[in-house]
């Protein structure tokens, strides 16, 4: 039984998001339907604060549009469940995952996400088939959490933090963590530490910071300084390579003075072990020039390490 209906519309875009190139987004829920209430969320003060899952929108219409839009081929880089809400909340999002993997398996699917979730053990085998998924961590304690991200009653912190740790592990896509720095809250030195703590036990292939960029809901929060948001980047790139994606940008850069053809390698093959990829797709997730990648795929591809693929979205490279 649908709980709520949205107005009827369930894809919007495709636009080009400064992430996922072109992404058409997917919304599951009514607007501000969520699991948290985060003081900078740029659509506004959540509306209907829940951790209970339903059908929130109807399951088979949002199929119906999918299918009547993918049929035509358009251009599209990630098909991407978003909007102004919480997506893992809507109990159809399985059969949804499902029907593209099916039917369309030649776009990729991705999804934002707040993590909340992951407590839940049917929601493993959902989302487990996704290409990318993008978690939220912005909190490294219990304070900090109710104070950024103000979350449902039944949201623990510590089942939070299990619950992501352990889908990271099992997860076997690609999965970008991102942390949003509050400064004040979570930009202590002992915060910092503890992200850099958590980062290696989640095991990310990349992490995000990002900070304001838009007004947030509540009038004292503000953006962090590029000085400030280094301090995260210093203390996370021994861990895996980083971004900062919001008004300071900043990427861990990769180059043949910085990174061997050897260690390369390895993060290559520890990458396709998980999941095959094209080259495009090495290129973006370990961040590393197209120069260095096609010398070590030529090396591997000599050594008889790596089997190549042929598909409509390109070549895919497997371990031999």
Not at 242 to 251: I, L, Q, R, T, W
Request: glycine letters at 6%.
């Amino acid at each position: 039984m649908v709980k709520k209906s949205n107005s009827g519309q369930y894809l919007f875009g495709p636009v080009a998001s400064r992430r996922l190139g072109l992404s058409l987004g997917i919304d599951l829920v009514p607007y501000k339907t969520c699991s948290f209430n985060c003081v900078y969320c740029e659509s506004g003060a959540t509306t209907e604060l829940t951790a209970e899952r339903y059908e929130y929108v109807p399951t088979a219409e949002v199929i119906r549009q999918l299918d009547e839009l993918l049929c035509k081929n358009p251009q599209i880089d990630y098909l991407t469940f978003s909007g102004a809400g919480e997506p893992t909340l809507h109990s159809g999002l399985g059969e949804i995952v499902e029907f593209l993997k099916k039917n369309y398996p030649e776009y990729k699917i991705c999804l934002l996400t707040n993590s909340t979730m992951f407590t839940q053990p049917d929601i493993f085998q959902e989302i487990s088939s996704i290409d990318l998924i993008v978690p939220s961590l912005d909190a490294t304690c219990r304070d900090e959490y109710l104070k950024i991200n103000r979350p449902a009653t039944a949201c623990d912190y510590d089942s939070f933090i299990t619950g992501l740790i352990e889908f990271s592990n099992s997860f076997t896509g690609e999965l970008w963590l991102e942390i949003f720095i509050v400064p004040g809250i979570n930009d202590s030195d002992a915060s910092i530490k503890r992200f850099a703590e958590l980062g290696s036990q989640i095991k990310p292939d990349k992490v995000q910071f990002n900070t304001l960029d838009r007004p947030g809901c509540v009038p004292w929060i503000t953006a962090s300084s590029p000085e400030n948001t280094m301090r995260f980047v210093k203390a996370m790139e021994p861990v895996c390579p980083v971004e900062a994606v919001g008004p300071f940008k900043y990427s861990t850069p990769i180059t043949a003075a910085t990174q061997s053809n050897g260690e390369l390698q390895q993060r290559i093959m520890a990458l396709i072990s998980r999941r095959p990829c094209t080259a495009v797709d090495m290129q973006e997730t370990l961040a590393v020039s197209i120069e260095l990648l096609e010398q070590a795929l030529a090396e591997l591809s000599r050594q008889k390490s790596v089997k190549v693929e042929p598909s409509a979205r390109g070549d895919f490279f497997r371990p031999a």
